[in-house]
């Protein structure tokens, strides 16, 4: 690997760029670059941080930067697969906007707590409900 080649990895890393985006402009293979990068402290999160910030490319996943071919009237894809999504959202929790969060009081300790998604709760935890119907859940009823 020549040191033109090796600065270019170094430059496109810090733009953010992934593996496979790489080695395509440079045409070499994603797992030299990978190895490259691993060996020179240019892998992991630190790296996902910096991309997230900018904006994705149309056309293209989020997670992996592969090709999404879009169906006309179809709601637009930003990931290429299920596998992909589900990564991006575990690996970036603060963008989810969580919209079904509801307060309530416990109706076995009278604490407050939250719940998301379920507009129904009556506890805060099995251990209340337990107590609550079961009159201290020691069996004796």
Request: positive net charge; proline residues 1%; contains cysteine.
């Amino acid at each position: 690997m020549t040191d033109a080649l090796r600065t270019r990895i170094i430059q496109l890393r810090r733009e953010g760029l992934g593996y496979t985006a790489i080695g395509k402009e440079l045409g070499i293979s994603r797992d030299t670059v990978k190895s490259f990068c691993r060996r020179n402290g240019l892998a992991g999160k630190a790296m996902k941080i910096e991309r997230s910030d900018k904006q994705p490319k149309e056309g293209f996943c989020r997670e992996c930067e592969k090709e999404i071919h879009q169906r006309q009237g179809v709601k637009k894809k930003i990931f290429c697969c299920r596998k992909c999504r589900e990564k991006w959202w575990h690996e970036h929790p603060g963008h989810i906007r969580k919209r079904a969060v509801y307060t309530f009081i416990c109706a076995g300790c009278g604490k407050d707590f939250t719940a998301y998604g379920n507009s129904k709760r009556k506890y805060c935890s099995h251990e209340c409900y337990i107590k609550s119907r079961f009159k201290g859940g020691d069996g004796n009823g």
